[in-house]
């Protein structure tokens, strides 16, 4: 398999992943619909919404101006299947040869790095570069979807309507915040966004300015990246110096970052694998 065949499959992987864990929600009927008629009226109404949330109007107006309805993006959605494969299976394809030799060459490369955030988060770049290579292959392919397009897409949709507002709402306003603009947000189907896929409420809540740049930048910015996803298992309670396994302390901070347990064992193992442990 090629390297991108290989990592559009782990990016739709991880986008079901996070569709399974998703709670769907009644959205009411006059603010969503079931396919793209209508839509250029809900999102004038969602355009006021945001506004009135306090986004300002050109941050709205480049987010928004040229976005549509993608049936593709509801396609992707409507086709998912229930996740049968038992972790064996999963792990063997995932956790290979290849994310293990390159995680280790970029754990060596980042070592400095990787040390700072482990000192200020407590997490360990095994599992960060675990995490890297399974999302993205290391950033090597983010997804070719629009993400605002994408978000709009299923917001409007009223089979997660609510979840989806919210979550396009956040891609807002990280926009009117200035860590990226419109065009540089494009990831998987689901509206994930950079090189480890952070859903735009969380990247909000967990997206640090490692470098001091003054940006949170967490398609193009490799300390960002890497200390934004530890930012995220520290808030989810990560415990410095304790196992990540399954049954350790650190495993429920993994399966915050994927509710599928099967992937969060898979993040597990392709870290002992890159520490060295489990060869």
């Not at 009223?158 to 396009?168: G, I, N, P, T, V």
């Not at 398609?219 to 930012?231: E, F, I, K, M, Q």
Request: aromatic share 10%; with cysteine.
């Amino acid at each position: 398999m090629s390297q991108t065949n290989r990592m559009r499959t782990a990016l739709g992987v991880a986008a079901l992943a996070l569709s399974l864990g998703l709670c769907a929600t009644g959205a009411r009927a006059a603010e969503c619909g079931r396919n793209g008629e209508g839509f250029e009226s809900w999102l004038d109404g969602f355009r006021r919404e945001a506004a009135a949330a306090g986004v300002s109007k050109p941050a709205i107006d480049s987010a928004l101006g040229d976005v549509f309805y993608d049936r593709s993006v509801i396609s992707h959605d409507r086709g998912q299947k229930v996740f049968r494969q038992t972790f064996e299976q999963f792990s063997a394809r995932m956790a290979n040869s290849f994310r293990v030799s390159k995680g280790r060459s970029l754990l060596q490369k980042h070592a400095a790095l990787f040390k700072r955030i482990e000192q200020k988060y407590g997490v360990p770049g095994p599992v960060l570069v675990a995490i890297w290579g399974l999302e993205t292959d290391f950033g090597s392919y983010l997804g070719n979807f629009p993400t605002i397009r994408a978000l709009a897409t299923l917001a409007y949709d009223c089979r997660r309507a609510d979840k989806f507002r919210a979550e396009l709402l956040d891609a807002l306003r990280i926009v009117e915040r200035g860590d990226l603009d419109p065009a540089q947000m494009r990831g998987a189907w689901a509206g994930e966004i950079g090189q480890t896929q952070f859903m735009p409420s969380s990247y909000l809540k967990f997206a640090v300015d490692f470098d001091g740049d003054g940006k949170r930048d967490l398609v193009h910015n490799t300390a960002d990246v890497l200390a934004s996803t530890a930012n995220f298992l520290h808030g989810y309670g990560w415990k410095p110096g304790a196992g990540w396994d399954e049954g350790e302390p650190n495993f429920p901070a993994l399966l915050e970052w994927n509710k599928a347990k099967v992937y969060s064992k898979t993040i597990a193992l392709l870290a002992d694998k890159i520490k060295g442990a489990g060869d």
